[in-house]
């Protein structure tokens, strides 16, 4: 069984930042990208940042690209988010996952809960 547990979402006002984890545990699984995506209510889920987990190269949305940071932990199974510049259309329900191909949503096979980022103006 395979588990991504993120945490660090909340709210934020505008301007603001917020950092997300996702911690992976379980068996052995296919990780050549771990990425982050994101919901907001009535849209569908879309790609905002993936990290290649040889070695850290990283992906990013158009619009997330010098606002967010992703990094990763090899040691603590760990991804991470580092959101800066929050704007409220960045409000969105954010899910971690594990997948093959880094900007493909279907190429992931293991997603997490999601966490609720809500950024006020």
């Known amino acids: 069984q395979v588990q991504l547990v993120e945490s660090g979402g909340g709210l934020v006002q505008a301007g603001g930042s917020l950092r997300l984890s996702c911690a992976a545990s379980?068996?052995?699984?296919?990780?050549?990208?771990m990425g982050w995506f994101r919901q907001a209510p009535g849209k569908e889920r879309e790609f905002v940042a993936a990290?290649?987990?040889?070695?850290?190269?990283?992906y990013y949305s158009d619009s997330v690209k010098g606002r967010f940071t992703i990094s990763r932990d090899s040691a603590k199974n760990t991804v991470y988010l580092q959101m800066n510049s929050l704007k409220p259309e960045d409000t969105a329900v954010y899910y971690c996952?594990?997948?093959?191909?880094?900007?493909?949503?279907?190429?992931?096979?293991?997603w997490g809960q999601g966490t609720q980022v809500t950024v006020s103006s």
């Open positions: 990290i290649r987990w040889s070695d850290g190269s990283p």
């Open positions: 379980g068996r052995t699984f296919n990780r050549e990208h």
């Open positions: 996952a594990a997948g093959r191909i880094a900007t493909v949503t279907t190429s992931y096979d293991y």
